[in-house]
Antibody, heavy 124, light 110 residues
Framework: QVQLQQSGPGLVKPSQTLSLTCAIS??????????WNWIRQSPSRGLEWLGR?????????DYALSVKSRISINPDTSKNQFSLQLNSVTPEDTAVYYC??????????????WGQGTLVTVSS | QSVLTQPPSASGTPGQRVTISCSGS????????VDWYQQLPGTAPKLLIY???QRPSGVPDRFSGSKSGTSASLAISGLQSEDEADYYC???????????FGGGTKLTVL
């Protein structure tokens, strides 16, 4: 059974970097059949996919256009986890952040396992 | 403004059948499969339907999905009080090269 456990601060100051980690159990971050994603949810923006990393003989990373200049998602094979870094945050980045496992198919991607969510507030 | 359009609310009485619609375009629903998620208050979304009409293990067959053209629907039959939740549709969008979500439908069981 796959479980995702998120960790990281719930309060970040404007202009600083938001950093979250998602520890994986029951699967491998290096698995050849899935992708590891970050998704956020806020009242103003709804559910918003931020990006993913996945391994297919080498590491791939895809990011949403809305955050592409500020985001980095990195795998950590030694700890079987992956992380999110979002730079230069503003109050608009305040949201509940989720990590999620994605099953990639011809038709798209479905998120079958989610972390517990982390409310991140951007405020001084 | 979400890429996929859902009604903000829906309601029904116990035992009733309720449907929730999801409207998109040729770059998402029209060319890709649709997934549905159920989100209970204070919890993470849970995969309810994938690939238009497939149920993950453990999801009751009261839940069903369908797709036609650039629209999709989620149907819940035999409505129960525990079905009260927010429901979201999702699909890959080729124009943004990523998945997009609907704005969510809050289902109330009267």
């Amino acid at each position: 059974q796959v479980q995702l456990q998120q960790s990281g601060p719930g309060l970040v100051k404007p202009s600083q970097t938001l950093s979250l980690t998602c520890a994986i159990s029951g699967d491998s971050v290096s698995s050849n059949s899935v992708a590891w994603n970050w998704i956020r949810q806020s009242p103003s923006r709804g559910l918003e996919w931020l990006g993913r990393t996945y391994y297919r003989a080498r590491w791939f990373k895809d990011y949403a256009l809305s955050v592409k200049s500020r985001i980095s998602i990195n795998p950590d094979t030694s700890k079987n986890q992956f992380s999110l870094q979002l730079n230069s945050v503003t109050p608009e980045d305040t949201a509940v952040y989720y990590c999620a496992r994605g099953i990639i198919s011809v038709g798209g991607i479905r998120f079958d396992n989610w972390g517990q969510g982390t409310l991140v507030t951007v405020s001084s | 403004q979400s890429v996929l359009t859902q009604p903000p609310s829906a309601s029904g009485t116990p035992g009733q059948r309720v449907t929730i619609s999801c409207s998109g375009s040729s770059s998402n629903i029209g060319s890709r499969t649709v997934d549905w998620y159920q989100q209970l208050p204070g919890t993470a979304p849970k995969l309810l339907i994938y690939s238009n009409n497939q149920r993950p293990s453990g999801v009751p067959d009261r839940f069903s999905g369908s797709k036609s053209g650039t629209s999709a629907s989620l149907a819940i039959s035999g409505l129960q009080s525990e079905d009260e939740a927010d429901y979201y549709c999702a699909a890959w969008d080729d124009s943004v090269n990523g998945p997009v979500f609907g704005g969510g439908t809050k289902l109330t069981v009267l």
